[in-house]
């Protein structure tokens, strides 16, 4: 009897969680599914259902310039910045877990202070940072803002890849007489492809969809996207923010199935 009802409680919690799982999942979800439909309503105003159909509101994003400009603007930033949260972040981690660096500990728990700092006090910080100096409206610093933002996300998940990584083939390869640079380039990256793809997904969707940070040290030249879409919130209730809304899901949704993809495709390799 105790053993029956032991298995019960099992199965009951084996349901249970995925069950909650699902039902904060699709919570999370509500809003985007709310806005799809409206997306293809009427210029004129924002209504659920709509009581038109048709695809104007994504022909006045397209056509005008100040839209479609603020979404090529975030496009490339967020490029730049997986760029080079990549360049920084992969050699970072590789020198952390095998160089054995003094204070390598503290140096891997200092980069991941983006995360432990409310955005907001960042955004400030990095203001006060740029204003003295000129930096403000600028696409380098806010490149290199978002490249902060981006870092610790992309350490933890090329660590993660990395901690998976068999030293025993880098020294192999040095015994050989692999050059370190050439261990790294030839042995140790292609090892960390899914690592990399990971954390670049998620450097391209912080940088694509980063609101706080960006409105501090953007200006008119430099506005992205979501910047664009804060003002219109806020000084007009624009019908368009609809169909920009949907189209950054639409982008977020493709890249994670990408990255699912190539993932999959890893470990069947």
Sequence with gaps: MTGRKLSRRLSFGALFVPVVAWMCYLFLLLPST????????????MEFPPSEWSLDLYRQFFNDSAWWGAMTQSLFIATVTTVFTAVLSVPAVYALQ???LPMSSALT???????????????????????????????LTLVLSHTMLATPFMMISVGASLRHVDPA????????????????????LPQLKSGIAAGSLFAFLISLDEVIVAYFVTGPETETLPVKMYSAIRWE????????????????????????????????E
Aim: aromatic share 8%; proline share 5%; net charge positive.
């Design 34 to 45: 709310i806005v799809f439909p409206i997306s293809f309503g009427n210029t004129k105003e």
């Design 98 to 100: 095998r160089a054995r």
């Design 109 to 139: 728990h200092f980069t991941m202070g983006p995360l432990l700092v409310p955005v907001i006090v960042l955004a400030l910080g990095l203001y006060l940072q740029w204003a003295p100096w000129g930096g403000l409206d600028r696409n």
């Design 169 to 188: 083939l880098e020294n192999a390869a040095l015994i050989m007489g692999a050059s370190k640079v050439r261990i790294f380039f030839r042995v140790v």
């Design 237 to 268: 209730v624009s019908p368009v923010i609809a169909a920009v809304s949907t189209l950054l899901t639409v982008v977020s949704m493709a890249l994670a199935v990408a990255l699912m993809m190539l993932e999959r495709k890893q470990r069947s």
